[in-house]
């Protein structure tokens, strides 16, 4: 093959990287795609179509994904039914207190036609009589429905308490108004700027309220403070309404804080999946990248980023972020070479098998119909990986994604440059506050403990991982020393 044969291969290598970038991950993530996940069913309100690679692309996120999804499904029946009972709670004391009630009417604006305009306004009345009013005329599109009746009368109560002083204050402006008028127009120096400081104080009190319409108590106080207190702390069916109350908005919390873990899980993935991508092919096309003008780095996301294919803030974070994410990527390539040490047979200079079933929808549907390369097969109808006879480019992305994610964390850790006595903090950021996270399985066995009461062997398998990044990290700082563009 002579050199522009060569050339032609490297590109029709680059753009079959391309096709596969674009079909893998830009066509998941564009909008009017057809598959996407419906992540309202657990109350993530935003078209994250990013998240659908995890979805897609690791069936075991995908197993979570679909698992969560009932659970929230089943908690979210639950908070209904509590819900539903406190309305009947409310209801039964709104009963007891029926001296308590409220009216409410709609105004319609006649400069406004439009009938979705109308305003409304309610009023709280004890004995018949109105002691608390409220409306939305200078609120526009805010309408009353099924209003919290304890609110209510705690607004009552408290524009009822502050009654007296509201009064004084209108006695007061009336008082300064009366005055003013009978100033008349002054013509007087003096006259003018008594006046002018009259009308100041009047304005203050009117700022302050003055002028507003409050409607008289004519019934005692106790009966709002009755119907307060037996809303704080009578029990019905067991519980108080406050207590109900609580009850439902922890669980709604908690429920969210689910809500949002899991979608920040499937956003990790995701985002490692796209990663993993972008730096495979970076490194499979350098040779061919870096001979662009603007570099290897700048080429590939001007070619990803091209009209042709499609881009959007998810792809571009990778792309900010290549520096980071290629160290990360050979961290874990690293971490895979010294995992298939420990299955090298050096008298046969062969691999001990592994093979572990595929979870790539995409990688599978790749392969599918086509002669098998020795580092696959199929069984029972599955496809399989032989792990310890494959680099860390041939596996499929669920087997990238474990590494790539260890690598993350042990990167983390080396570049914090811990001593060599402080191996127990190291193993417990590694495998306490994340391996344990990351691997469900483990729960229940001998390795769902914290990293301390581990046996030496397996604490030496966390340790191995703080080494590699280590080792890689200087590596990558002395090749930055010494390179060169030849």
């Given amino acids: 093959m002579d050199e522009k044969q060569l050339l032609e291969a490297q590109k029709a290598k680059l753009r079959a990287d391309l096709d596969d970038f674009k079909t893998e991950v830009i066509d998941v993530i564009k909008d009017k795609e057809k598959y996407s996940i419906n992540y309202n069913e657990i109350g ?23 698992a969560f999804v009932k659970e929230f499904a ?13 309305v009947d ?3 039964q004391l709104n009963l007891e207190h029926n001296h308590i009630s409220f009216e409410t009417k709609l105004v319609h604006e006649a400069i406004n036609k439009r009938d979705d305009d109308d305003e409304y ?3 709280i009345y004890v004995d018949g009589n109105p002691v608390y009013t409220e409306s939305n005329m200078s609120m526009r599109n805010r309408y009353i429905s099924n209003f919290d009746m304890i609110s209510c009368v705690e607004r009552a109560i408290y524009e009822a308490e502050r009654l007296e002083n509201r009064y004084e204050e209108i006695r007061q402006y009336k008082q300064l108004k009366a005055q003013i008028a009978s100033l008349g127009a002054p013509t007087s120096l003096i006259d003018k700027i008594k006046v002018s400081r009259l009308e100041k104080e009047a304005k203050k009190l009117e700022r302050h309220g003055a002028v507003s319409s409050y409607a008289k108590i004519h019934a005692n106080m106790d009966v709002l403070k009755a119907f307060r207190q037996d809303y704080n702390k009578k029990k019905i069916d067991g519980t108080t309404i406050v207590e109900d109350e609580k009850a439902i908005k922890e669980a709604k919390n908690e429920l ?9 899980k499937l956003g990790e993935i995701s985002h490692d999946i796209m990663a993993i991508k972008y730096a495979t092919i970076y490194k499979r096309n350098f040779d061919i990248l870096r001979m662009q003008k603007d570099g290897a780095k700048a080429a590939l996301r001007r070619v990803i980023g091209h009209s042709e294919y499609y881009t959007d803030a998810s792809i571009d974070k990778v792309a900010n972020n290549i520096d980071e994410i290629l160290l990360n990527y050979d961290i874990a390539a690293a971490l ?7 299955f090298f047979n050096p008298t046969t200079g062969t691999y001990t098998e592994r093979w572990k079933p595929v979870k790539d929808i995409d990688f599978i549907k790749k392969f599918k119909g086509k002669e ?9 109808g599955k496809l399989e990986i032989d792990i310890t006879n494959s680099s860390f480019e041939q596996l499929s992305l669920d087997w990238q994604a474990e590494n790539y994610a260890a690598a993350k964390v042990a990167k983390q850790v ?25 691997n469900e399985y483990a729960k229940g066995t001998d390795l769902d403990v914290p990293f301390a009461d581990l046996t030496n062997v397996e604490k030496m398998k966390d340790l191995v991982q703080y080494t590699v990044a280590q080792r890689v990290i200087k590596e990558k700082q002395q090749k930055d020393e010494a390179k060169s563009i030849m």
Avoid: C, Q
């Avoid at 993530?44 to 075991?60: E, F, K, P, Q, W």
């Fill in 414 to 438: 080396a570049e914090k440059g811990y001593t060599e006595d402080m191996a127990g903090a190291v193993g417990s950021i590694i495998h306490d506050d994340n391996w344990l996270i990351r």
């Fill in 44 to 66: 993530l309100y935003y078209g994250g179509r990013s998240l659908d690679l995890a979805l897609i692309h690791n069936a075991t996120a995908k197993k979570k994904y679909d």
């Fill in 74 to 86: 089943a908690e979210s029946a639950r908070i209904k039914t509590m819900e539903e009972a406190l």
């Fill in 256 to 264: 969210s804080k689910k809500s949002e873990t899991m979608g920040k």
């Fill in 336 to 342: 895979h070479d010294d995992y298939r040490k420990k």
């Fill in 89 to 91: 709670k409310r209801v």
């Fill in 372 to 380: 098998l390369p020795s580092n696959l097969r199929v069984v029972d």
């Fill in 121 to 123: 306004e309610f009023s």
